[in-house]
């Protein structure tokens, strides 16, 4: 095979791997049915909101980076999930307290909304 041949050949399967990310569903209907409607709405726009739980976070927008328990404070337990770039780059935090999200900051405009 050509060389030529070999990287066209390696250029389609790419392709064809990153476009089947791109429809990939983080959820079944199933999945999010009972969960309030506003929650739903968000989570089928790939948007977050406070209050939301971790999973339906990972509906949302998929694992996040990195997790980082954090201090427990007041009783309340603590976690970090850091969503950055392929490179390491910060762009959103978010806390949760007692398995709700209640802090978002992100670098990334128009990323929260």
């Known amino acids: 095979m050509s060389f030529g041949k070999v990287v066209r050949t390696f250029l389609l399967v790419a392709a064809l791997a990153l476009s089947g990310c791109a429809s990939y569903a983080r959820y079944t209907h199933d999945e999010i049915k009972d969960y309030p409607l506003d929650v739903q709405e968000k989570i089928i726009k790939g948007e977050i909101m406070p209050g939301m739980t971790p999973q339906q976070v990972?509906?949302?927008?998929?694992?996040?980076?990195?997790?980082?328990?954090?201090?427990?404070?007041?009783?309340?337990?603590?976690?970090?999930w850091i969503y950055s770039t392929v490179a390491g780059v910060f762009k959103t935090r978010l806390t949760f307290i007692d398995g709700k999200l209640v802090y978002i900051i992100s670098s990334e405009p128009g990323r929260v909304k």
Request: no cysteine; aromatic share 8%.
């Open 58 to 80: 990972r509906y949302a927008w998929g694992p996040p980076g990195s997790v980082r328990p954090l201090e427990p404070e007041g009783g309340k337990q603590r976690e970090e």
